[in-house]
């Protein structure tokens, strides 16, 4: 398939968008997106209908299940695809012969990847904080876990351009600096895209059953920084590829 060189600046290539989409929803690794949301809102239900505290359930189920580990490992999963399946199968020299600015590649394998994790996670979030909750809730969640995914997902766009073994390491990061220490070391929550998304579900829900973990200010500063700076490396670091899809 030809790829359509841009006529000038663009931040986002349909045809390439196309192509992977349908090479990321067509992969096995995406059979692993359908039971994540399930055993979320299941997990919802379960403890809906049983003798369990709404801000206890919303702390076990919704943030530790659904933010902490189901929004990450979405992420994970897709992020890693859009451009380190096309590298590790050499396909990805398809794309790069054509004449298209590697910003523009890029900026569009990030969109889909944020705007497909944002869709499956956030729904989910928005599904499970209703039942366990409120609408109000559902909705702070749904939204902090869709901006949670474009921040996760410039990360792993940029860990599979520069880490061999991408989904290793992105789990050792959700499981080790985002789980361990995040809960264990104050300091570590700056970093921590899993703190941020708490922070955005607790002031757009509005709801005293949540406390965000840091300010709404440092969230979204920090959030910017790590989804920009993240872009921007990943960006530098496709330049220096050769038409072998190896590192020059």
């Known amino acids: ?30 059979l692993l997106l359908i039971p994540l949301p399930l055993v979320l809102i299941a997990l919802s239900l ?28 979405t992420a994970l999963i897709i992020g890693t695809s859009v451009l380190g399946s096309e590298i590790d199968d050499g396909t990805i020299v398809h794309i ?25 996670a956030g729904v989910s979030l928005l599904i499970a904080g209703t ?9 702070g969640f749904g939204l902090a876990g869709l901006i949670g995914a474009f921040v996760y997902s410039a990360l792993f766009v940029l860990a599979s351009l520069v880490i061999r073994r991408a989904v290793l390491v992105g789990l050792a ?20 895209v899993q703190k941020y998304v708490s922070e955005f579900a607790a002031t757009f829900s509005g709801s005293s059953l949540l406390h965000g ?30 038409m072998a899809g190896e590192t020059s």
Do not use: C, H
Not at 1 to 29: K, Q, Y
Not at 131 to 139: K, L, N, Q, T, Y
């Open 131 to 139: 039942i366990v909750a409120s609408v109000s809730v559902g909705i």
């Open 173 to 192: 990061y959700i499981l080790l600096w985002e789980g361990l220490l995040g809960n264990v070391l104050d300091g570590t929550k700056v970093l921590s």
């Open 1 to 30: 398939m030809t790829v359509a060189p841009a006529s000038g600046p663009r931040l986002f290539n349909p045809t390439i968008a196309g192509i992977t989409l349908r090479g990321l929803l067509g992969r096995r690794r995406s």
């Open 213 to 242: 973990p840091m300010s709404l200010v440092l969230a979204i500063v920090m959030s910017v920084v790590l989804t920009v700076g993240a872009l921007v490396i990943s960006v530098d670091r496709l330049r220096s590829f050769s």
């Open 46 to 73: 379960l403890v809906r209908s049983g003798d369990v505290a709404t801000r206890d359930a919303l702390q076990v189920v919704v943030s530790g299940l659904g933010v902490a580990v189901i929004l990450p490992l």
């Open 96 to 120: 790069l012969a054509k004449p298209v600015a590697r910003r523009e590649i890029i900026l569009t394998k990030y969109l889909i990847a944020a705007v497909v994790s944002g869709l499956v």
